[in-house]
């Protein structure tokens, strides 16, 4: 069983940097793609980046440029720069997703099996 956790949200002002982290226990979950994805409150969950095994990676073209997706061992990463107010969301580590992504793949949360409980990212302008 698959088990993520992230960390690292919090309150910044626009222009700011933000790095969240997401913590992967168990198994399961190998060979397949993560991803970041934030809801904002009364809106669907949207994709924001993924990664696959290959490392190759995807992002909406609304963070494309300033959050970059990577990963270490058994962590992913979301490094968020030059963060706007439209940033502001929940903010959901997944995994357990596609076998293999391309940089135009449009990540979509219902192809993502396990999920974090999310975490707060704050932009005031």
């Known amino acids: 069983q698959v088990q993520l956790t992230e960390s690292g949200g919090g309150s910044v002002q626009a222009g700011g940097s933000l790095r969240l982290s997401c913590a992967i226990s168990?198994?399961?979950?190998?060979?397949?793609?993560m991803g970041w994805f934030r809801q904002i409150q009364g809106q669907e969950r949207e994709g924001v980046a993924a990664?696959?095994?290959?490392?190759i990676t995807t992002y909406a073209s609304a963070v494309k440029g300033r959050f970059s997706i990577s990963r270490e061992k058994n962590i992913l990463y979301l490094q968020m720069r030059n963060l706007k107010a439209e940033d502001t969301a929940v903010y959901y580590c997944?995994?357990?997703?596609?076998?293999?992504?391309?940089?135009?793949?449009?990540?979509?949360?219902?192809?993502?099996?396990?999920w974090g409980q999310g975490t707060q990212v704050t932009v005031s302008s």
């Open positions: 168990g198994s399961g979950y190998s060979g397949r793609a």
């Open positions: 990664m696959d095994v290959d490392e």
């Open positions: 997944a995994a357990v997703g596609p076998l293999f992504i391309t940089p135009s793949t449009r990540i979509e949360s219902a192809e993502f099996a396990v």
